[in-house]
């Protein structure tokens, strides 16, 4: 899939810029959104003061109906009061015409009232809901595909891919789409995580076999002996033996952290990590095939106190899979960081636990450490240092 053709890339008659729009987790289009809402409060509020305006012409009245039919309830009540107060005194007014007044103004009331709507009035509504209907989403659709068209020009000729393993088999075409749509907006610079649960796993029939296991991708060894990622099936009884990071070795450990320092942050050692891809609290081993280089608040809590913390860390999403395993249910599990060209430091981690309660959580996890010097989050895997020996983490750098 490629951003170069808003019209050449489509999910039913969204094409790919439209799609990255539609995202709820794209906020940075929000904007578009609510021009495309205004466009159609505005028509909305147009046509009501037509219709206003047409009732005023008219001499009939709902309430008119209402306000007779009230008068005759009162003179029921009325004629029931006197009713009750001549049998008390033994006569009956009866004869006097009372209660034939009230049956003569109450039929006339209720025969000359307002039914409801006629055929012709019910088809008339339906059409002018329809044109309601159709004229909102009209807005909204025009606005999505002005911001669509700056979103396709911006990827480029870049090439969008959810994973180049097959290890994300376990998710349904929904989320794999909004998977990449998801990396597309992160490459195109947008620094918040993109969680989203719900979708359809075959994993429901589908456990562990009885126990756990956990299979490390193969370092690419092409790009620097880059992770790759991996893919566990977690049980209660395989999250132990997990062990701590050890960040000697890892590709481009060294490089973020000067480019930390480059970023204004107090102590790099505060701001870098080695990650895990599988957390050792679900029993991922210290090793260079289960480790990448991350920003500590995309990694865990933040320990730098210029850092102000991240909601949606890669601690997060492995802590309530843990949660999810202890509650009696096999999660099949997978991690993969997600790398610009031969780039060994990532620009996101796309993190799946589908369970064998038929539940499916998403998340992708841009990779940033926070800028005291820029007063913003920057993504480390996409962007350069101009006082680091090299200006990106090329194969060979550490």
Known sequence: MTGTDPSGHCLEDLCIGEGIALYE????LGEGIEEGYEAYESWEASEAADEAAEASESDYSYEDDEEDIANAKREEARYEEERYEDEEEGGSRSSRGGRSTYRSSYRSSYRYSYRGPTAAERAAEAARAARIAAARRAAIRAAIRAHAVKLTHSIGTATLSVTHSTQLRHTDPVTKLKITLSLAAVRMGATDNFYFSGGTSDEESEGCGGAGWVKYGER??????RATGVDACLTDGSMDGGTPSNARGVPGYKWAQSYATELGVSDAKYSVNACHLLGDQLGGEGVLANEATCGRSTNSARQD????GRPGNMREFEDDTKAEVLSGAD??????????????VPYAFVMVAASTTGDLRTDVVPNVIYSPNRHAWVNIGLTSCSTCTRSVPAPGVR
């Open 331 to 344: 999660v099949h599990y997978h991690v993969e960081p997600m790398y610009s060209g031969n780039r060994t």
């Open 25 to 28: 987790g794209a906020e940075l």
């Open 305 to 308: 106190p210029t850092d102000p």
């Open 220 to 225: 690419d060894k092409a790009n620097g002996n």
